[in-house]
């Protein structure tokens, strides 16, 4: 989920809850983390529940190879999968 603020972010999470409370689905707020991109480079929190559990702030996760931080540089990710492709197209050069 996205939100420009955490009563944003708030609000979208009680939405979801109440969504699948109706549809008799649960939420594990254990496999949920949150991610703040900072634009100003400085450290900052951001408090959320779902179900009465305060979700898990991280600085950092990685999503199909590609590696997500506060910061926006994710171009370490990008930067892995550039090399693993470049590294195995000169293997492949090679075997001709």
């Known amino acids: 989920m996205c939100g420009s603020s955490q009563q944003g972010l708030q609000h979208a999470f009680d939405q979801f809850s109440a969504a699948c409370d109706q549809a008799g689905t649960k939420i594990s707020s254990k496999k949920i983390e949150v991610l703040l991109y900072v634009s100003l480079r400085r450290p900052r929190r951001c408090f959320l529940q779902v179900s009465g559990n305060t979700l ?6 990685k999503y199909i190879g590609v590696v997500f931080t506060c910061d926006e540089s994710q171009n370490k990710g ?9 590294q195995f197209c000169v293997s492949f050069i090679a075997l001709w």
Not at 56 to 61: D, H, K, L, M, S
Request: hydrophobic share 40%.
């Open 56 to 61: 898990q702030q991280v600085e950092g996760f």
């Open 78 to 86: 990008i930067e892995t999968l550039l090399v693993k492709q470049t």
